[in-house]
């Protein structure tokens, strides 16, 4: 049973950083997908940021720039660095992995952890 663990939340000021990660555990996969998605009250999920099993990484336009992720495969952990935060980037921040395990794909989602921007 794959469990991702989210840390590293909480209540900065606009302009400043933060640094969340996502833990899994559970199993190990060769080909995968690990993303960071968010949703703000009344806003629909969306992708931030995603890193895969070759290190090719992809960003949202509202965050290029500004947000790195990066995964150390021997902590099986990933992260996402925030600097220059923004009110805008105030969400609870979802870890997700697809793994792929003998040609199909699985999906698994952490339990969020809450970001706040704000003065």
């Known amino acids: 049973q794959v469990q991702l663990v989210e840390s590293g939340g909480g209540l900065v000021q606009p302009g400043g950083s933060l640094r969340v990660s996502c833990e899994a555990s559970?199993?190990?996969?060769?080909?995968?997908?690990m993303a960071w998605y968010r949703q703000a009250p009344g806003n629909q999920r969306e992708l931030v940021a995603s890193?895969?099993?070759?290190?090719?990484?992809y960003y949202a336009d509202s965050v290029k720039g500004r947000f790195t992720i990066s995964a150390d495969n021997a902590k099986n952990t990933m992260y996402l660095q925030m600097n220059s935060l923004k009110v805008e980037d105030t969400a609870v921040y979802y870890c997700?992995?697809?793994?792929?395990?003998?040609?199909?794909?699985?999906?698994?989602w952490g339990q969020g952890t809450q970001v706040s921007v704000s003065s």
């Open positions: 997700n992995l697809k793994a792929m395990v003998a040609m199909r794909w699985y999906d698994y």
């Open positions: 890193i895969n099993s070759s290190g090719n990484t």
């Open positions: 559970g199993s190990s996969f060769s080909i995968y997908i």
